[in-house]
């Protein structure tokens, strides 16, 4: 089974297991515990389904071994397992249960807003990272030039964003400004992100989506700012504050900043993870280098000065002499 499934799609469970078919007697399919849908082999007809919460589940495409969930829904989500059971001797084994998570995907790709794309070396500069609406909160992880930011420096911070405030500055300046009054270190590079939460799933009444929308509201200024937490159901994720020297960092050849926002459900482990969605956006910043040259001090104006006068008198001298001397010859 796999571990997410899309908000209207579809996902197959299998049971596994190696019983001969002349020994199979029973087998159960079940979601936290209670049956969703059962085979016994010597019944007219064999199948019989039971309620699933949040999908649709056919006896068509049903076998011994496998069912198929249809037109899934939040509610489908939680521990799936089964039950295969013996007529000869008389013996029933369960499987360990599996995880099944129904998300809402992102719509778009994630947007960084930069206030400029001009840096100089150990210049301040603050940004984020918007990304769009999904359930559950989608985990965004910062790369500069390649390399993943370390979360062991950032600052967390969890904040929520309801979807009429899609662009994400109202909830952006809010925290921003809360920082700016408990911090006392200037940061040299600040990223920052927000996640929008999904406050109207589609296909929910008008009604509902403005009592959400009014919790959400409250809930807002009480969230403002919290401690780093795990994501949980129709949360937004965590906005993060990352303090960078510019001066440290690696720039590529062309001096240029490299900076991207990865948004992915579930969150960032590595690379090589199977992600449910993800998404991405990466905007260049050149930073201008500070120039470096000499210039000439007092005293080596005054040295210079006085030797060029020293030069022009000796050269002076020498010019008397050799008058001098032709005069006498």
């Not at 947007?111 to 990272?129: A, V």
Request: charged content about 20%.
């Amino acid at each position: 089974m796999e571990r997410w499934a899309a908000r209207g799609g579809s996902v197959r469970l299998r049971c596994v297991h190696d019983v001969p078919p002349h020994l199979l007697d029973k087998v159960v399919f079940l979601r936290h515990g209670t049956k969703i849908f059962q085979y016994i082999r010597d019944r007219k007809p064999p199948y019989r389904n039971f309620t699933t919460p949040g999908a649709v589940l056919k006896i068509a495409l049903a076998t011994e071994n496998s069912i198929i969930l249809q037109n899934l829904d939040f509610a489908a989500s939680g521990s799936y397992s089964c039950e295969v059971s013996l007529d000869t001797p008389i013996y029933t084994k369960a499987s360990s249960e599996k995880q099944l998570t129904v998300f809402h995907p992102q719509k778009h790709h994630p947007r960084i807003d930069f206030p400029t794309r001009y840096l100089s070396f150990g210049e301040t500069l603050k940004t984020n990272c918007t990304t769009a609406p999904a359930l559950p909160a989608p985990h965004i992880t910062w790369f500069i030039n390649g390399k993943k930011m370390d979360e062991l420096v950032a600052h967390s911070h969890k904040f929520r964003v309801p979807m009429s405030e899609r662009n994400g500055r109202r909830g952006l300046q809010r925290v921003l400004e809360q920082e700016s009054l408990l911090s006392t270190d200037t940061p040299i590079l600040a990223l920052t992100h927000v996640s929008h939460v999904a406050t109207r799933p589609p296909g929910c009444m008008l009604k509902e989506a403005l009592y959400q929308a009014e919790s959400l509201s409250d809930l807002e200024e009480a969230n403002l700012v919290q401690g780093v937490s795990r994501h949980r159901s129709r949360r937004p994720n965590r906005g993060r504050e990352l303090y960078v020297t510019i001066s440290e960092l690696q720039l590529v050849a062309t001096g240029r900043l490299e900076v991207t926002c990865v948004s992915t459900i579930p969150e960032f482990r590595s690379i090589e993870d199977k992600f449910a969605d993800v998404r991405n956006d990466t905007v260049i910043v050149d930073v201008i280098r500070p120039s470096i040259y000499a210039e000439p001090s007092i005293n080596d104006t005054i040295t210079g000065s006085s030797t060029s006068r020293g030069s022009i008198v000796i050269s002076h001298l020498i010019l008397n002499f050799i008058i001098i001397y032709l005069h006498i010859v």
